[in-house]
């Protein structure tokens, strides 16, 4: 089930994505933007997703509604449940949230170090727009139309 993330589980989704980002860490040389974002501030914007199964939170995604369409800041699927389509799930349901609030565009960016990310987006029909640098990050920006 995906459900809006409820005040007070700020903590369940800030250690949902350490745990899930945490290996790219010494490949960035320092945290991933979504290892500190503020989750308390998420939750009271709205933005804030959890998936869970049988009552367990296995993933979390970030929507923020933009000029340029529905942004998906950040996605995020607990180590045990990679592999198994809940990540694409979760993709899925961005796109149709997107829908849903009447965007034609969902856009996302990723760092360029995390090739495996531009990889799978691209599979799933992200194409990248450009890349920049932003807040010290190196950012591959990528979109989709919607249909």
């Known amino acids: 089930m995906i459900r809006l993330a409820r005040e007070g589980e700020a903590e369940t989704l800030r250690s949902l994505v350490r745990a899930a980002y945490a290996h790219y860490v010494p490949r960035l040389g ?3 933007a979504p290892m500190t974002d503020d989750y308390a501030a998420r939750i009271a914007a709205g933005e804030a997703w959890l998936l869970e199964v049988d009552d367990k939170p296995i993933g979390a995604l970030v929507l923020e509604d933009t000029d340029e369409g529905l942004l998906l800041d ?4 607990a180590a045990e449940a ?8 979760l993709m899925v349901f961005a796109e149709d949230e997107a829908r ?17 990310n531009i ?3 691209t599979r799933l029909g992200y194409r990248e727009t450009h890349r920049a640098e932003q807040h010290g990050h190196r950012r591959v ?5 919607l249909g």
């Open 74 to 77: 950040n996605i995020a699927i």
């Open 30 to 32: 320092r945290e991933p």
């Open 100 to 116: 849903r609030r009447g965007h034609a565009r969902i856009w996302l960016y990723t760092n360029e170090k995390m090739v495996e």
């Open 82 to 89: 990679r592999g198994t389509g809940q990540g694409r799930h």
């Open 119 to 121: 990889l799978l987006y």
């Open 141 to 145: 920006f990528m979109e989709k139309t």
